[in-house]
């Protein structure tokens, strides 16, 4: 079946910030905590439960703190991000095809702002979902039941695109399309594999074929 709304995850799916998020975690981490924590320890729960949860494992009494810093650090990081190679096109194709696009992110509102000003995003999706805009975020369903909700789709024909197994446990749990993509560089692709994606695919480009 054709997926007339496909949703997208932000970073790692459509632009190119894992390394941005890396450097800010390195940040908040050793400014607050004046610890050095594995990077893969500080990458773990990337995409998924926000960034206050994110921040809980790694010290729960300095959660506030923690953010903070962490948001501070990465708005200035966001003025060199970039689309991964071939996402635009990807976009600008489905828009001619008369699907309906939305994001579905973690991120807050502020920095999903600035990257659709800096990238000029802002023409290509009907619906932008953040964790500004759920109480409960990926994995659980809810922020992609807000997008469809407010462009009237339907959970039988759309489907979702991520990075992360959050994104993927998201999209089973809310009964859409799951596929994973492997370009991100934010988790390994066996943590992916391990919540079996309706679809995997290697470029943008292939999205085309399973949408």
């Known amino acids: 079946m054709r997926s007339e709304s496909v949703l997208f995850d932000l970073d790692g799916t459509l632009i190119d910030s894992g390394p941005l998020i890396l450097a800010s975690f390195r940040h908040a981490t050793r400014t607050v905590l004046a610890r050095t924590i594995p990077d893969a320890e500080l990458m773990a729960g990337v995409g998924g439960h926000g960034l206050d949860a994110q921040m ?9 703190e ?21 996402v635009r096109d990807l976009l600008e194709e489905l828009r001619s095809q008369d699907r309906t696009l939305g994001v579905v992110t973690v991120k807050g ?9 800096l990238l000029d995003l802002a023409d290509l999706f009907e619906v932008v979902i953040t964790s500004d805009d759920t109480d409960r975020q990926k994995p659980e369903p809810d922020p992609i039941y807000a997008a469809l909700e407010r462009v009237d789709g339907s959970v039988a024909s759309a489907a979702y695109v991520g990075d992360a197994p959050f994104d993927i ?12 993509v492997t370009w991100g560089g934010i988790h390994p692709v066996a943590r992916l594999e391990r919540e ?13 074929d399973v949408v």
């Open 66 to 86: 923690l953010t903070r810093v962490y948001r501070e650090h990465n708005l200035l990081q966001y003025e060199n991000v970039q689309l991964f190679s071939g």
């Open 169 to 180: 446990q998201a999209a089973k749990a809310a009964g859409v399309m799951a596929i994973a």
């Open 196 to 208: 079996k994606p309706d679809a995997f695919v290697s470029t943008p480009g292939e999205i085309l």
């Open 56 to 64: 809980r494992e790694f010290d729960e009494e300095r959660v506030e």
């Open 109 to 117: 509102r502020a920095a999903v702002e600035l990257t659709f000003e």
